[in-house]
């Protein structure tokens, strides 16, 4: 199967920055998207970025012009720089992966998330 793993998660102050990464390991034979969603205590899982093959993102409106989302496509690894910070990005962040598997084919694929607290 394929297996995410996020870092870089913690305590930040408003107006500051963190970057997340998230390597996917495991029977992979490509990854079509990969990504990071969020959810907030009492709310929805909502996308935050996301990167597809050919190079194409797409952004929350949220976030736009504070995070930015890159993948290396060698280490199989996505990564979310956050700018700008506010409390209202505190959430776990989750990451996404649509990939193909050998074992399976088609499959979506999440990280067992990582929190983010911007707080003063």
């Known amino acids: 199967q394929v297996q995410l793993v996020e870092s870089g998660g913690g305590l930040v102050q408003p107006g500051g920055s963190l970057r997340l990464s998230c390597a996917a390991s495991?029977?992979?034979?490509?990854?079509?998207?990969m990504g990071w969603f969020r959810q907030a205590p009492g709310k929805e899982r909502e996308l935050v970025a996301i990167?597809?093959?050919?190079?194409?993102?797409d952004y929350a409106d949220s976030v736009k012009g504070r995070f930015t989302i890159s993948r290396d496509n060698a280490k199989n690894t996505v990564y979310l720089q956050m700018n700008s910070l506010k409390p209202e990005d505190t959430a776990v962040y989750y990451c996404?992966?649509?990939?193909?598997?050998?074992?399976?084919?088609?499959?979506?694929?999440w990280g067992q998330g990582t929190l983010v607290t911007v707080s003063s």
């Open positions: 495991g029977s992979i034979f490509s990854i079509n998207s």
């Open positions: 990167g597809r093959d050919g190079g194409s993102t």
């Open positions: 996404y992966a649509y990939a193909r598997s050998f074992a399976t084919g088609y499959l979506n694929a």
